[in-house]
């Protein structure tokens, strides 16, 4: 289960670089990276705002859904949460924010799925079709019904990643990650949480299929159950342990609501 480090831990060491948001959103994600013993750790930022600080929820998000996959038993990047202080331009914020290490392997590099669809897909070959080809029917399968899901509104071609071996001569495609831009995200309160429409069918950013992550349910092979294990009630609790005050309990059950509801709908599809 994914780890939650509630001690305030002081990193204000790290370096943090603008990226900017690709999904219409107001202000910027911030990345950082550190280096001990040889292992490289990978820190992200929920939305940032220079005005008014950090101001989304991404980062727990990526907690929660992390702790999803593993009630799927779907291989993933795994994510830690860490309370800490950081500094940005001067100034020293108190959040929570996530930590990840390195998905590769030693030898291999990454490229982009879309890059390296454009360098090797056939003529006319869908996004959909050329995975297929290359052996990630599954893994496709599953990324489509787990975005459903969670309402995932920036599965763009770069977050999903090819891993390439050149010495060893392998290619596989990168564990599940970056699920921040999904759920409740662009919810700042109570309020909008409880007004949100969580069955809805918000337009989303998807390289494989169309804008509608409930649409591309359709790509999957008639009679295919992508999700192996049954996700039931009392999966909630595992799901947001120690998650209380971190989030409010109206996120807790909207959230809660939103994942198993659709996951209904796609149990009786």
């Known amino acids: 289960m994914a780890k939650l480090i509630l001690e305030k831990q002081d990193l204000t060491y790290l370096q943090w670089s603008h990226i900017r948001s ?9 990345k950082a990276t550190s280096s001990l013993h ?4 990978y820190y992200k ?3 940032f705002d220079s005005a008014k600080g950090i101001v989304g929820h991404e980062c727990i998000n990526e907690i929660i859904v992390d702790r999803l ?3 799927f038993g779907i291989d993933h990047l795994e994510y830690e949460l860490i309370n800490a202080d950081i500094e940005i331009e001067g100034n020293v914020y108190s959040t929570y924010l996530c930590a990840s290490e390195d998905f590769k392997e030693r030898g291999e590099s ?5 890059d390296y669809y454009r360098a090797n897909a056939e003529k006319g070959e ?14 496709i399968d599953t990324m489509i019904v787990l975005d459903y899901l969670i309402l995932n509104r920036d599965r763009h071609g770069a977050n999903i990643e090819v891993l390439r071996n050149a010495r060893k001569h392998t290619l596989r495609i990168a564990p599940l ?6 759920l409740l995200y ?11 429409d969580i069955l809805a069918d918000k337009p989303c950013n998807n390289f494989i299929g169309s804008f509608s992550c409930y649409d591309n349910l359709s790509l999957l092979p008639r009679n295919n159950r992508p999700l192996k294990r049954i996700l039931k009630p009392h999966h909630k609790d595992i799901i947001f342990e120690n998650l209380n005050g971190i989030i409010s309990e109206t996120f807790i059950n909207r959230i809660w609501d939103m994942i198993y509801e659709r996951y209904l709908i796609y149990e009786n599809l």
């Open 186 to 196: 662009s919810c700042a309160n109570d309020d909008a949480a409880m007004n949100f």
């Open 45 to 47: 930022l929920s939305n």
């Open 126 to 139: 869908s996004h959909y079709d050329f995975c297929k080809r290359k052996g990630w029917q599954e893994y």
């Open 22 to 30: 690709s999904s219409g959103t107001a202000g910027t994600f911030l």
């Open 110 to 114: 990454k490229i982009a799925l879309d």
């Open 177 to 182: 990650f970056d699920h921040g831009v999904s």
């Open 69 to 71: 996959l593993d009630v």
């Open 38 to 41: 040889g292992k490289k750790k």
